[in-house]
């Protein structure tokens, strides 16, 4: 039984969270005592739009199978725009990133309020279940050489 | 390229630039080079040809700097790249005096080489002005080669004749554009994952991270780049790490997004052959797409796409939810 357990896959998953509402929306979701896999591992981050697009790359090259940003809605954003400057880079990124034959779905982009709690933790369930049918991430981390 | 001589020897005569940015004959006849020439004599060895391909409005940063007018020749789509450099402050439009010069399409000489040819040792015909045949003597013999036959990939696709900036103009240009700069794109689309996954390891393999792609492109301009190495000598140009290593398209592509005027610099100077305007292309045939038809360097004062936004643009969801 043990060994069966050994050889099943659990996903890394890094979630970037903006400090305002994602933040505090996965919070929520804790004292709420909603629960999203231990296999997320987030990273607190001042606004959607700090998360360079190399942080995203950063992540999978460590290891991480799936990555996921997390910000204020869409004209809710602390800084006031910041998360639309955001929208427009991670869209250019997750299509080069399908350009050059990663699978699609392993990077998403939700925007989850403080009041959001429930959200949060769907989302993260979601997002993980997604990421464990899609299995480790190879391709990201050796888009060069290797074959 | 005696009447580009002649108006620069005039334009330095009556003290309107301090010096010229124009090409110089190389040690082989496929070879010019950039140069600086400072007085009238050294322009005995200015070269205007179908061999300079070379974007010279980078080179504007560094003559932005120095005391007096630069007296620069700029070919149809280089003056793209000058307007973006001017719109990100990086050059000064005071210090330059451009002389817009006319373009039958630039050649490629591993096209000329692919046609069986070499031991290349003199090439005529190459004028702006010349004929439609290269007469090209090698140590084996003589061969022709149809000029229109040897065009580097970019003239193909050329976004058109029309000097975008320019104090004058001097010489004629021939249209070149028969393909659709998306073309390519599209075929790699039209594959499967799987098959652009090993498509892109195949190309990008190749890469021996000369960084000759980084340096050319007059988007590339920052004083501090994250590709720069604090190591000296041979080992600047070896890779930081394995996160540079594996990354460094996917990175150095999205860095000129919004910005990358398409001219096609990257491509050409590439040793290894890398089509790395698959890259800059794919954002562009986006962008336009995804929020409205734009081209860098087409107007100075145009806000680019990556630092503009609308309240109805679409998510990132909208790449996995298109199919
Ligand atoms: S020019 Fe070509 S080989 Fe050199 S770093 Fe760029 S892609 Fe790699
Ligand atoms: S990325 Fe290539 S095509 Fe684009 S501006 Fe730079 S050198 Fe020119
Ligand atoms: S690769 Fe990026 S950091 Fe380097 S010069 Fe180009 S834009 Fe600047
Ligand atoms: S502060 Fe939350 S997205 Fe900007």
């Not at chain 2, 450099?85 to 439009?93: M, Q």
């Not at chain 2, 990008?204 to 190591?231: E, H, Q």
């Amino acid at each position: 039984m043990q060994v069966e357990d050994k050889k099943e896959f659990r996903p890394k998953i890094v979630a970037f969270c903006c400090n305002w509402c994602s933040y505090a929306g996965a919070d929520l979701a804790g004292s709420s005592r909603l629960s999203y896999p231990a296999d997320v591992k987030i990273i607190r981050v001042p606004c959607s739009c700090r998360v360079n697009p190399m942080f995203i790359l950063r992540a999978f090259e460590r290891g991480a199978d799936g990555v996921i940003l997390c910000g204020c809605h869409p004209g809710d954003c602390h800084y006031s725009t910041g998360n639309f400057y955001t929208r427009r880079r991670m869209t250019l990124l997750f299509s080069m990133l399908d350009f050059i034959g990663i699978e699609k779905g392993r990077v998403r982009v939700e925007w989850v309020s403080a009041a959001e709690g429930a959200k949060f933790s769907a989302t993260m369930n979601e997002f993980a279940e997604k990421i464990r049918s899609l299995g480790e991430n190879v391709r990201l981390g050796d888009i060069r050489c290797r074959s | 390229m005696q009447e580009l001589i002649k108006r620069a020897k005039e334009l330095l005569a009556d003290g309107t630039a301090a010096r010229v940015l124009g090409w110089r004959r190389g040690d082989l006849p496929y070879n010019p080079e950039p140069a600086f020439f400072e007085k009238e004599e050294d322009l005995d060895r200015f070269v205007y040809d179908g061999f300079c391909g070379a974007n010279l409005s980078k080179m504007m940063i560094e003559a932005s700097r120095l005391e007096g007018k630069t007296l620069v020749f700029l070919k149809p789509c280089d003056t793209y790249s000058f307007n973006q450099l001017l719109k990100e402050h990086r050059v000064d439009r005071e210090k330059a005096y451009i002389i817009g010069v006319g373009c039958r399409g630039k050649l490629d000489i591993e096209k000329i080489r692919a046609q069986g040819i070499s031991g290349i040792t003199a090439i005529s015909g190459a004028e702006n002005d010349g004929p439609d045949t290269l007469k090209v003597r090698t140590i084996y013999g003589d061969r022709t080669v149809n000029y229109g036959s040897a065009l580097l990939g970019r003239c193909h696709v050329c976004k058109g004749k029309e000097h975008k900036i320019c104090d004058e103009q001097i010489g004629r240009s021939r249209d070149t554009k028969d393909a659709d700069p998306y073309e390519e794109v599209r075929a790699v689309e039209a594959m499967t994952p799987e098959a652009r996954f090993a498509f892109f390891q195949k190309e990008l393999g190749k890469c021996i991270r000369c960084n000759a792609c980084r340096n050319v492109c007059p988007a590339c301009s920052c004083r501090k780049c994250v590709f720069d190495s604090t190591s000296f000598d041979s080992a600047q140009k070896a890779n930081v790490d394995s996160f540079e290593e594996k990354m460094f398209h996917i990175i150095r592509s999205f860095h000129v997004a919004g910005r990358c005027t398409d001219c096609g610099e990257c491509s050409r100077v590439c040793p290894q052959g890398i089509p790395l305007h698959l890259f800059n292309r794919r954002y562009i045939k986006e962008i336009n797409e995804l929020y409205g038809q734009f081209q860098a360097g087409e107007d100075p004062e145009a806000t680019s796409p990556l630092t503009d936004y609308l309240a109805e643009d679409p998510e990132p969801g909208i790449i996995e939810e298109r199919g």
